[in-house]
């Protein structure tokens, strides 16, 4: 069995060597605690890598995302379960200041607000509650995996030449364990939807925004459960992660079997990075379960 790791957003700065070497040391630290004896080179472990692909399709943190999205900040939703909670932002008390001296650069934070006034658009001014929500958050985190997760999106050409890296690690002769995290979670999903010959035993997905109704929107296909997908599906979210504070229980993900939804805690200062889910003792515990049912790990372990 096959374990195939997909990373997420902003990892330019590591080619595919070391940012395979960075996953596999956080998931060896994981594999040192856990009570399960598995040796990592014993595994058959696959970690596709696409980040190269954001430099081809000229793709820039730099980007202004205002400027870059368009319209499509008017289908930016929050997650299903907000709109019960969530209270009506007053216009007479703003939460930033909507000017700036000539010196002064606005926030990300301070444009978009700023954007969502001038376009008089609710769902702008949601996201900025949710910003406000969290302000210990970074804004250039958030950003980036905006801008990332929109331009997979609603790139034909960018999404095609991912899904062509990932889907080569794949074949239909074996089965396999499949570890996303954050926009990895979007595509693996997407992914699985256009590759129903293969057998996924297990597919976890650590930080996934696939709350978000943009992101459903844009999928290839309606929401359902993959065909490929015969096993669980374990889907880990943090509440101290801005992004999965929020199960996948509801429409249009309340699948039969369910998704097995499970909080757990991520580290503060660094809350949807992958060192913070990887390593945690559920995470591994979910990884190598199937493992133990592999005839061949069981001679060696059992």
Not at 7 to 32: P, R, T
Not at 65 to 78: A, Y
Not at 232 to 256: K, M, R, V
């Amino acid at each position: 069995m096959k374990i195939v790791f997909v990373h997420g957003a902003q990892q330019q700065k590591m080619d595919a060597s070391q940012l395979q070497d960075y996953w596999l040391n956080i998931f060896q630290l994981g594999l040192n605690h856990s009570a399960k004896h598995i040796e990592l080179d014993t595994l058959d472990i696959s970690f596709p890598y696409y980040g190269d692909l954001l430099f081809k399709h000229m793709l820039s943190f730099s980007t202004e995302p205002i400027n870059l999205l368009g319209d499509t900040w008017q289908e930016w939703h929050l997650p299903f379960l907000l709109p019960d909670e969530s209270q009506p932002v007053d216009d007479s008390q703003p939460l930033i200041s909507l000017t700036s001296h000539t010196d002064e650069e606005l926030s990300f934070t301070s444009k978009l607000y700023l954007f969502s006034h001038l376009a008089k658009d609710r769902v702008l001014k949601e996201f900025v509650v949710l910003l406000n929500k969290f302000p210990k958050l970074h804004e250039s985190v958030i950003q980036k995996l905006i801008i990332e997760a929109y331009l997979y999106l609603a790139s034909p050409d960018f999404m095609q030449d991912v899904h062509k890296r990932i889907a080569s690690a794949f074949d239909s002769d074996d089965e396999y364990i499949i570890v996303a995290h954050s926009l990895g979670t979007v595509i693996a999903y997407n992914l699985l939807q256009q590759l129903p010959h293969i057998r996924v035993q297990r597919f976890i997905t650590l930080a996934s925004p696939l709350a978000f109704q943009v992101i459903q929107s844009k999928l290839n296909m309606p929401v359902e459960r993959p065909r490929s997908l015969i096993g669980d599906w374990y889907n880990f979210y943090s509440q101290e992660d801005y992004l999965t504070t929020f199960p996948l229980d509801q429409a249009p993900f309340d699948f039969h079997p369910p998704i097995e939804n499970q909080l757990i805690s991520t580290f503060v200062n660094r809350p949807h990075e992958i060192i913070g889910y990887l390593q945690h003792p559920c995470v591994i515990e979910r990884i190598v379960e199937p493992l133990y049912l592999d005839p061949a790990l069981y001679l060696d372990y059992g």
